[in-house]
């Protein structure tokens, strides 16, 4: 069983005879990296390695290796965050 919701993730939910019996061994996994809930304000890529940085309306800050596609960090601030840059090293 797969499903979306309002905030555009989607979450997948295995399901076999086994699992229908047992309750509590169901849960919905994401389909994919947790994506922004709204716009994306910031984009910076990384010279020395596979990492970009996003930020957006949703008022977080978002770091993701696009070689091994995971998200390295994911931080929510108070306020939307409107630019963001990686230093070339990536170090810091």
């Known amino acids: 069983v797969a499903c979306t919701l309002e905030n555009s993730q989607a979450y997948v ?13 169901m849960s919905f996994e994401p389909l994919a990296l947790p994506f ?12 020395r390695k596979p990492l970009v940085a996003t930020c957006g309306l949703d008022k977080s800050v978002r770091v993701w290796n696009y070689l091994e596609k995971t998200i390295e960090c994911i931080r929510f601030f108070k306020d939307e965050p409107y630019s963001i840059s990686l230093h070339p090293s990536g170090f810091h």
């Open 13 to 25: 939910l295995s399901i076999s005879n086994s699992d229908i019996q047992v309750p509590e061994d």
């Open 36 to 47: 922004h809930d709204s716009a994306i304000t910031g984009l910076d890529t990384c010279l």
